[in-house]
């Protein structure tokens, strides 16, 4: 489902955010990674195709 945007801090990730909890880029962010918020990221291309 939709949720607020939220990306990696992981510098190994690609620079986007993403909208989808259930993105499959975005639900392999372990959870010590995630933080909320775009970061100034464009969206993530799994998301932006939902
Ligand atoms: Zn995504």
Same mark, same amino acid.
């Given at each position: 489902m939709r949720v607020s945007p939220y990306h990696s801090i992981?510098?190994? %990730?690609?620079d986007v955010h993403h909208v989808?909890? %259930?993105c499959v880029s975005g639900k392999q962010i372990p959870w010590q990674n995630k933080r909320s918020g775009t970061n100034g990221w464009p969206l993530c291309k799994h998301c932006a195709d939902r």
């Open positions: 992981n510098p190994s %990730d690609p989808y909890d %259930d």
